[in-house]
Each structure stands twice: as C-alpha cells, then as structure tokens.
C-alpha cells in the first residue's frame, strides 16, 4: 500500500488488508476529476493527521482505478466516505461535508 503524507492508498487488491485489523477505518472514494473531491481532501488528510495516535486509519480509494471495491460498496456518488470498525461497514457520508460533521462521524465510531 502506498502512502500519502498521513492518509493509505487503497485499492481493489488492498481494501481488504487495509481495513482489517484496524479499529476504526475511514476510506475516501474519489477520482482526480470531481471537484467536491478536491475540496474534502485537505480535510481527509487533516483527519488522518489528527487521529493517527489512537489507531483510525484513513484510506484513499480512486474509484477509477478501482472499480471493484466501489462496486461492491454500490458507490454512485463521490465523494463517498465510508467508516469500517473492525472490518465490518457501519456508516457512509457522501459528498463534500465540513470538516466537524466527519470528525462527529469518527467519534461516534472510536
């Protein structure tokens, strides 16, 4: 898995392994084109900054290069933020959202 600054990337054949064995994981679905995209990325990586020291792990998924996963989690809006505790899928926030309304999300989830 490659690695942005604080945040994973994710794709179709490290989904799995990236959220396993993780408490608490919040992956970002999104494409190089969508500008909501662009806007809730500065937030994502704040996040996954923020909270780096109690375990959440924060994904990035480009949906272009990975449509399997994106499939499977019947995505049909980006950006799409989808919250896994302990493997399991327990909450999605789609499109671009202030910065406090994912870190309620987050907070919920620990």
Same mark, same amino acid.
């Given at each position: 898995?490659?690695?942005?600054?604080?945040?994973?990337?994710?794709?179709?054949?490290?989904?799995?392994?990236?959220?396993?064995?993780?408490?608490?994981?919040?992956?970002?679905?999104?494409?190089?084109?969508?500008?909501?995209?662009?806007?809730?990325?500065?937030?994502?990586?704040?996040?996954?900054?923020?909270?780096?020291?109690?375990?959440?792990?924060?994904?990035?998924?480009?949906?272009?290069?990975?449509?399997?996963?994106?499939? %499977?989690?019947?995505? %049909?809006?980006?950006?799409?933020?989808?919250?896994?505790?302990?493997? %399991?899928?327990?909450?999605?926030?789609?499109?671009?959202?202030?910065?406090?309304?994912?870190?309620?999300?987050?907070?919920?989830?620990?």
């Amino acid at each position: 898995m490659a690695e942005h600054a604080n945040t994973v990337t994710v794709t179709d054949d490290t989904f799995t392994e990236a959220i396993e064995g993780a408490g608490l994981a919040m992956v970002d679905f999104w494409a190089e084109w969508c500008g909501p995209c662009r806007i809730v990325a500065p937030i994502v990586e704040e996040l996954a900054k923020q909270y780096a020291d109690q375990g959440v792990v924060v994904g990035k998924l480009d949906v272009d290069h990975n449509p399997g996963v994106a499939s %499977r989690f019947g995505i %049909r809006s980006i950006p799409s933020i989808l919250f896994f505790k302990d493997g %399991r899928h327990v909450d999605t926030v789609i499109g671009a959202v202030p910065k406090p309304h994912l870190e309620k999300k987050i907070q919920e989830h620990l």
